[in-house]
């Protein structure tokens, strides 16, 4: 078998589904297996998805197994010469599995690749390319040079800003959200580290593939990542598991250290931790606080692009949840016009823009957002399908 595809799932199903319509057109013809361990969900994601998807292997477990360890059980089931580790948060293009794949078979001394991830609001997430954090690209995460000179070859090397977005460029870090991975590779220098819960791991794996002789790669292929639909960011657990996960990589990797050096990395790590947990409860005070008088400036307004069909079956969701929204029929040939519509809502209200992904193929609705973004228009990407009659965006889905 060629590829084998391994998602870890966790109380997401609705996005999963969303994620499992994409790899239906982007694995056509390609001889490959969808591998989905679920961790314990209490959404009913295991009968949710096993009822719709005949064609995915799923691994109920009956407990959170974390993202490391939920991976390697799934690579040690699997038989695929490659193996890609996809969040379940995402949607890929059609054709970016098979181009990525075809670089690999190209490239044998590549050992993973990584790809060209989107935000829904259209711009490039900058963790599509990353640099090791050894302890001084690590100062200058943490210090902000990096966000001030992010273009800097020393300076901004955490997130490799100086490389091309638009080429296959080297670099020292894949993003676990699409992991592209060379079995033999694998064997080679091992799996996930189970001693990372979640984040870090693929950080540790990137660091081993190099270590191995192995190159990691990035390539301009897309794909939209909705980032950490999977896990509650304002939540004290991100917070300390995020953290711990860079101790547990600085340990195991540079513990060997001066004292001079490790103690005060290790501090920065916690004043950060420490940082980031006040913040998150200064904003969530402020929105306690502010909603009254913010809520105006924060209405949010629907344009549903699609068919009639589509636009029809969203009036009749927009009505029934007194959603302010307006229809625009179009598709992946007559969709231009749609950013004159859109610059009328700049800085005026908050806009979802819903795209009908029967109408719209999953490349198109990424090359157009981009170009949304680019116009400096303020929006958030939403999709639906006559199939689900789901509205899907960032934020909610809505029923």
Not at 2 to 24: D, F, P, T
Not at 53 to 68: E, P, Q, T, V
Not at 83 to 95: A, C, I, K, R, S
Request: contains cysteine; charged residues 20%; glycine residues 6%.
């Amino acid at each position: 078998m060629k590829l084998s595809v391994i998602i870890v799932n966790y109380n997401v199903k609705y996005y999963l589904e969303q994620c499992l319509n994409s790899l239906a057109r982007a694995l056509s013809g390609i001889d490959s297996e969808v591998l989905v361990v679920d961790n314990h969900s209490k959404d009913d994601s295991v009968g949710y998805l096993t009822r719709r998807y005949k064609w995915i292997s799923m691994i109920d477990c009956n407990h959170n197994l974390g993202f490391a360890r939920a991976n390697n059980l799934a690579i040690k089931q699997s038989t695929g010469e490659y193996v890609l580790l996809l969040n379940p948060d995402t949607f890929v293009g059609e054709n970016t599995i098979r181009n990525a794949l075809s670089f690999m078979e190209r490239h044998p001394a590549a050992g993973g690749v990584g790809v060209k991830m989107y935000n829904p609001d259209g711009s490039k997430a900058l963790e599509s390319r990353r640099g090791l954090p050894t302890p001084l690209i690590s100062f200058y995460k943490m210090s902000g040079l990096c966000t001030r000179f992010p273009d800097s070859k020393i300076f901004g090397r955490y997130y490799m800003g100086f490389l091309s977005w638009d080429k296959p460029v080297r670099i020292e870090v894949i993003s676990g959200a699409f992991c592209l991975l060379r079995r033999s590779a694998l064997d080679k220098i091992g799996n996930l580290d189970e001693d990372f819960f979640m984040y870090g791991e693929d950080i540790d794996l990137s660091y081993r593939m190099l270590k191995g002789g192995f190159e990691n790669w990035y390539l301009p292929f897309p794909i939209l990542h909705y980032k950490g639909e999977s896990t509650h960011k304002t939540s004290f657990r991100y917070v300390h598991v995020f953290y711990q996960a860079m101790l547990i990589f600085f340990r195991k990797h540079y513990g060997h250290l001066s004292f001079y050096i490790g103690i005060p990395v290790k501090l920065a790590i916690c004043i950060k931790a420490m940082a980031a947990l006040l913040a998150m409860q200064s904003n969530k005070l402020r929105k306690s606080l502010g909603f009254v008088y913010n809520r105006r400036r924060t209405e949010s307004r629907f344009v549903f692009v699609g068919g009639q069909q589509m636009t029809d079956q969203c009036k009749l969701i927009a009505i029934r949840k007194g959603l302010t929204a307006e229809c625009y029929n179009a598709d992946e040939n007559n969709w231009s016009s749609l950013i004159d519509i859109l610059r009328l809502y700049v800085d005026k209200t908050r806009v979802y823009v819903v795209f009908d992904i029967d109408t719209f193929s999953f490349n198109s609705i990424l090359h157009i957002i981009e170009r949304i973004h680019n116009e400096n228009i303020n929006m958030k990407l939403g999709t639906f399908s006559n199939k689900t009659k789901i509205i899907i965006t960032p934020d909610e889905i809505i029923k």
